[in-house]
Protein backbone atom coordinates (compact mmCIF):
# COMPACT_ATOMS: atom_id res chain seq x y z
CA UNK A 1 0.00 0.00 0.00
CA UNK A 2 2.70 2.34 0.81
CA UNK A 3 4.36 1.46 -2.31
CA UNK A 4 1.45 2.65 -4.19
CA UNK A 5 0.86 5.39 -2.53
CA UNK A 6 4.70 6.54 -2.89
CA UNK A 7 4.59 6.22 -6.81
CA UNK A 8 1.06 8.13 -7.11
CA UNK A 9 3.07 10.90 -5.19
CA UNK A 10 5.45 10.37 -7.56
CA UNK A 11 3.21 11.26 -10.65
CA UNK A 12 1.18 13.73 -8.94
CA UNK A 13 4.60 15.83 -8.65
CA UNK A 14 5.79 15.02 -12.12
CA UNK A 15 2.09 16.38 -13.65
CA UNK A 16 2.59 19.16 -11.47
CA UNK A 17 6.51 19.93 -12.22
CA UNK A 18 5.42 19.25 -15.89
CA UNK A 19 2.62 22.23 -16.00
CA UNK A 20 4.34 24.76 -14.32
CA UNK A 21 7.38 23.97 -16.70
CA UNK A 22 5.22 24.79 -19.52
CA UNK A 23 3.84 27.53 -18.16
CA UNK A 24 6.89 29.08 -17.77
CA UNK A 25 7.90 28.57 -20.97
CA UNK A 26 8.98 31.14 -23.28
CA UNK A 27 6.73 32.01 -26.81
CA UNK A 28 7.66 33.78 -29.71
CA UNK A 29 5.91 37.22 -30.08
CA UNK A 30 4.48 36.86 -33.68
CA UNK A 31 7.02 39.66 -35.19
CA UNK A 32 5.77 42.85 -36.69
CA UNK A 33 7.03 45.28 -38.83
CA UNK A 34 5.80 48.99 -38.48
CA UNK A 35 6.12 51.97 -41.54
CA UNK A 36 7.75 54.63 -39.33
CA UNK A 37 8.72 58.50 -40.26
CA UNK A 38 12.11 60.18 -38.64
CA UNK A 39 9.65 63.03 -36.77
CA UNK A 40 7.51 60.34 -35.35
CA UNK A 41 8.27 59.40 -31.59
CA UNK A 42 8.72 55.19 -30.64
CA UNK A 43 7.26 55.10 -27.02
CA UNK A 44 7.78 51.65 -25.14
CA UNK A 45 6.21 50.71 -22.32
CA UNK A 46 7.41 47.58 -20.70
CA UNK A 47 7.39 46.74 -17.24
CA UNK A 48 9.66 43.36 -16.51
CA UNK A 49 11.98 41.66 -18.45
CA UNK A 50 14.38 42.58 -20.59
CA UNK A 51 14.30 44.98 -23.68
CA UNK A 52 16.95 45.47 -26.68
CA UNK A 53 16.84 48.37 -28.62
CA UNK A 54 18.83 48.15 -31.87
CA UNK A 55 19.37 50.97 -34.52
CA UNK A 56 18.94 50.18 -38.18
CA UNK A 57 19.14 51.46 -41.55
CA UNK A 58 15.30 51.40 -43.01
CA UNK A 59 11.71 52.93 -42.65
CA UNK A 60 10.44 50.40 -40.56
CA UNK A 61 10.27 49.38 -36.85
CA UNK A 62 10.67 45.84 -36.46
CA UNK A 63 9.27 44.17 -33.13
CA UNK A 64 10.11 40.77 -32.37
CA UNK A 65 10.51 38.30 -29.13
CA UNK A 66 9.46 36.08 -26.66
CA UNK A 67 6.88 36.13 -23.45
CA UNK A 68 5.86 33.71 -21.14
CA UNK A 69 2.66 31.85 -21.57
CA UNK A 70 0.44 33.63 -19.09
CA UNK A 71 -3.31 35.00 -18.87
CA UNK A 72 -1.94 38.26 -17.48
CA UNK A 73 0.71 38.85 -20.73
CA UNK A 74 -0.80 42.12 -22.83
CA UNK A 75 1.33 43.11 -25.84
CA UNK A 76 0.25 45.88 -28.07
CA UNK A 77 1.01 48.27 -30.68
CA UNK A 78 -0.70 51.10 -31.51
CA UNK A 79 -0.54 54.68 -32.77
CA UNK A 80 -1.61 57.78 -29.89
CA UNK A 81 -1.22 60.10 -32.32
CA UNK A 82 -0.27 61.07 -35.63
CA UNK A 83 3.42 61.35 -34.61
CA UNK A 84 3.60 58.84 -32.13
CA UNK A 85 3.39 54.84 -32.20
CA UNK A 86 3.10 53.27 -28.45
CA UNK A 87 4.55 50.06 -27.91
CA UNK A 88 3.01 48.21 -24.40
CA UNK A 89 4.41 45.00 -23.24
CA UNK A 90 3.19 44.10 -19.57
CA UNK A 91 2.66 40.80 -17.12
CA UNK A 92 0.34 41.50 -13.93
CA UNK A 93 2.05 39.88 -11.38
CA UNK A 94 -0.17 37.62 -8.94
CA UNK A 95 0.15 36.83 -5.47
CA UNK A 96 0.66 32.72 -5.74
CA UNK A 97 1.72 33.07 -9.59
CA UNK A 98 5.63 32.88 -9.41
CA UNK A 99 7.68 33.88 -13.14
CA UNK A 100 10.95 32.97 -14.28
CA UNK A 101 13.80 35.65 -13.97
CA UNK A 102 13.49 37.25 -17.81
CA UNK A 103 9.38 36.84 -17.99
CA UNK A 104 9.82 39.41 -21.42
CA UNK A 105 12.12 39.30 -23.99
CA UNK A 106 11.60 41.83 -26.42
CA UNK A 107 14.06 43.30 -29.24
CA UNK A 108 12.44 46.80 -31.56
CA UNK A 109 14.66 47.43 -34.53
CA UNK A 110 14.61 51.17 -34.85
CA UNK A 111 15.75 53.47 -38.18
CA UNK A 112 18.30 55.76 -37.51
CA UNK A 113 17.83 58.80 -36.47
CA UNK A 114 14.29 58.50 -34.66
CA UNK A 115 13.08 59.25 -31.25
CA UNK A 116 12.53 56.80 -28.65
CA UNK A 117 11.28 56.91 -25.09
CA UNK A 118 11.22 54.11 -22.58
CA UNK A 119 9.49 53.87 -19.72
CA UNK A 120 9.71 50.79 -17.31
CA UNK A 121 9.48 49.18 -13.89
CA UNK A 122 12.38 47.18 -13.36
CA UNK A 123 12.76 45.61 -17.11
CA UNK A 124 16.53 45.98 -17.89
CA UNK A 125 17.38 48.07 -20.95
CA UNK A 126 20.09 47.72 -23.76
CA UNK A 127 20.62 50.13 -26.44
CA UNK A 128 23.20 49.74 -29.04
CA UNK A 129 24.39 50.79 -32.56
CA UNK A 130 21.43 53.89 -32.21
CA UNK A 131 21.70 57.21 -33.90
CA UNK A 132 19.18 59.44 -32.62
CA UNK A 133 17.25 60.59 -29.34
CA UNK A 134 16.69 58.29 -26.69
CA UNK A 135 14.96 58.86 -23.22
CA UNK A 136 14.75 56.25 -20.57
CA UNK A 137 12.79 56.83 -17.27
CA UNK A 138 13.21 53.09 -14.93
CA UNK A 139 12.14 52.62 -11.70
CA UNK A 140 14.68 49.77 -10.85
CA UNK A 141 16.03 48.26 -13.80
CA UNK A 142 19.29 48.64 -14.79
CA UNK A 143 20.33 50.29 -18.60
CA UNK A 144 23.03 49.82 -20.80
CA UNK A 145 24.20 52.09 -22.99
CA UNK A 146 26.52 50.75 -25.89
CA UNK A 147 27.40 53.10 -29.40
CA UNK A 148 25.12 55.57 -29.29
CA UNK A 149 25.50 58.76 -31.42
CA UNK A 150 23.11 61.99 -30.10
CA UNK A 151 21.14 62.69 -27.40
CA UNK A 152 20.72 60.87 -24.67
CA UNK A 153 18.15 61.68 -21.05
CA UNK A 154 18.40 58.48 -18.70
CA UNK A 155 16.77 57.92 -15.13
CA UNK A 156 17.21 55.42 -13.12
CA UNK A 157 15.65 55.53 -9.58
CA UNK A 158 17.28 52.24 -7.78
CA UNK A 159 19.12 50.47 -11.40
CA UNK A 160 22.43 51.31 -12.76
CA UNK A 161 23.34 53.06 -16.25
CA UNK A 162 26.40 52.20 -18.45
CA UNK A 163 26.94 54.43 -21.10
CA UNK A 164 30.36 53.33 -23.39
CA UNK A 165 31.48 53.79 -26.81
CA UNK A 166 29.30 56.52 -27.04
CA UNK A 167 29.32 60.89 -28.18
CA UNK A 168 26.81 63.29 -28.48
CA UNK A 169 24.78 65.08 -25.26
CA UNK A 170 24.31 62.40 -22.40
CA UNK A 171 22.70 62.72 -19.39
CA UNK A 172 22.69 60.28 -16.58
CA UNK A 173 20.17 60.58 -13.24
CA UNK A 174 19.92 58.45 -10.25
CA UNK A 175 19.44 57.96 -6.80
CA UNK A 176 20.61 54.59 -5.29
CA UNK A 177 22.48 52.98 -8.52
CA UNK A 178 25.59 53.13 -10.09
CA UNK A 179 26.17 55.74 -13.37
CA UNK A 180 29.30 54.60 -15.62
CA UNK A 181 30.54 56.27 -18.20
CA UNK A 182 33.56 54.61 -20.25
CA UNK A 183 34.94 55.82 -23.40
CA UNK A 184 32.50 58.31 -23.85
CA UNK A 185 32.83 62.39 -25.27
CA UNK A 186 30.92 65.31 -26.03
CA UNK A 187 28.62 66.95 -23.20
CA UNK A 188 28.22 64.58 -20.23
CA UNK A 189 25.89 64.84 -17.08
CA UNK A 190 26.00 62.45 -14.34
CA UNK A 191 23.90 63.46 -10.90
CA UNK A 192 22.75 61.32 -7.76
CA UNK A 193 22.10 61.48 -4.45
CA UNK A 194 23.98 58.27 -3.05
CA UNK A 195 24.96 56.34 -5.71
CA UNK A 196 28.37 56.20 -6.83
CA UNK A 197 29.89 57.80 -10.08
CA UNK A 198 32.29 56.73 -12.26
CA UNK A 199 34.14 57.97 -15.29
CA UNK A 200 37.00 55.99 -17.50
CA UNK A 201 38.52 57.16 -20.32
CA UNK A 202 39.95 60.01 -22.23
CA UNK A 203 38.99 63.93 -22.02
CA UNK A 204 39.68 65.74 -24.99
CA UNK A 205 38.68 69.51 -26.09
CA UNK A 206 35.62 68.65 -27.68
CA UNK A 207 34.07 67.37 -24.11
CA UNK A 208 32.80 69.15 -21.50
CA UNK A 209 31.71 66.48 -17.96
CA UNK A 210 30.02 66.99 -15.38
CA UNK A 211 29.48 64.99 -12.52
CA UNK A 212 27.60 65.65 -9.14
CA UNK A 213 26.58 63.45 -6.23
CA UNK A 214 25.43 64.43 -2.86
CA UNK A 215 26.29 61.58 -0.80
CA UNK A 216 27.57 59.15 -3.32
CA UNK A 217 31.79 58.70 -3.84
CA UNK A 218 32.89 60.09 -7.25
CA UNK A 219 36.03 58.35 -9.21
CA UNK A 220 37.61 59.51 -12.16
CA UNK A 221 39.69 57.83 -14.10
CA UNK A 222 41.51 59.44 -17.08
CA UNK A 223 43.48 58.40 -19.71
CA UNK A 224 46.35 59.38 -21.57
CA UNK A 225 47.09 63.43 -22.09
CA UNK A 226 43.80 65.07 -20.99
CA UNK A 227 42.95 68.91 -22.48
CA UNK A 228 40.84 70.18 -19.25
CA UNK A 229 40.07 73.20 -17.65
CA UNK A 230 38.95 71.07 -14.10
CA UNK A 231 37.38 72.34 -10.92
CA UNK A 232 36.63 70.07 -8.51
CA UNK A 233 34.58 70.81 -5.26
CA UNK A 234 33.38 69.18 -2.21
CA UNK A 235 31.38 70.91 0.91
CA UNK A 236 32.71 68.20 3.42
CA UNK A 237 33.79 65.06 1.51
CA UNK A 238 37.49 63.78 1.32
CA UNK A 239 39.15 65.18 -2.21
CA UNK A 240 42.23 63.02 -3.68
CA UNK A 241 43.82 65.00 -6.72
CA UNK A 242 46.57 63.14 -8.15
CA UNK A 243 47.35 65.66 -11.16
CA UNK A 244 50.86 67.79 -9.97
CA UNK A 245 49.07 70.43 -12.48
CA UNK A 246 46.36 71.38 -10.15
CA UNK A 247 46.29 73.07 -7.33
CA UNK A 248 44.92 72.07 -4.16
CA UNK A 249 42.20 74.64 -2.53
CA UNK A 250 40.40 74.13 0.87
CA UNK A 251 37.20 71.87 -0.86
CA UNK A 252 39.03 70.82 -3.57
CA UNK A 253 41.41 71.14 -6.63
CA UNK A 254 41.34 73.66 -9.73
CA UNK A 255 43.64 74.20 -12.64
CA UNK A 256 44.49 73.60 -16.30
CA UNK A 257 45.34 69.84 -17.98
CA UNK A 258 47.14 70.31 -21.57
CA UNK A 259 45.41 73.09 -23.35
CA UNK A 260 42.72 73.91 -21.02
CA UNK A 261 40.24 73.63 -24.30
CA UNK A 262 37.82 71.17 -22.33
CA UNK A 263 35.80 71.33 -18.91
CA UNK A 264 35.49 68.84 -16.41
CA UNK A 265 33.51 69.69 -13.18
CA UNK A 266 33.24 67.46 -10.18
CA UNK A 267 31.01 68.32 -7.33
CA UNK A 268 30.05 66.65 -4.12
CA UNK A 269 27.97 67.60 -0.89
CA UNK A 270 29.13 65.10 1.72
CA UNK A 271 30.41 62.66 -1.05
CA UNK A 272 34.18 61.40 -1.73
CA UNK A 273 35.81 62.32 -4.72
CA UNK A 274 38.94 60.63 -6.67
CA UNK A 275 40.48 62.40 -9.45
CA UNK A 276 43.54 60.33 -10.98
CA UNK A 277 45.19 59.64 -14.06
CA UNK A 278 44.93 56.13 -15.37
CA UNK A 279 48.14 54.51 -16.99
Request: hydrophobic share 40%.
Amino acid sequence: MRLKLFALALLVSSLISSCVSNADELVDISPRSIPIQKDQIIEIDINVGELLITGIIGENVEVLGKAIRDEGFTFSIEPVSNNQVNIFTHIQKRIFRSFPEIPINLEVRIPQGCQVLIKTQEANINVKNFSGKLEVSSTAGNVFVDNLSGFASIKANRGDVTVQNSQGEIYALGNYGHLLFAQSHGRLSASTIMGTIRFNGTANHKDEIHLESDHGPIDTNLVGDPDLQVEVNSTSGEVVCSFLALKRNIRGCDGILGSGSGKLDIRSVSGNIRLQKEP
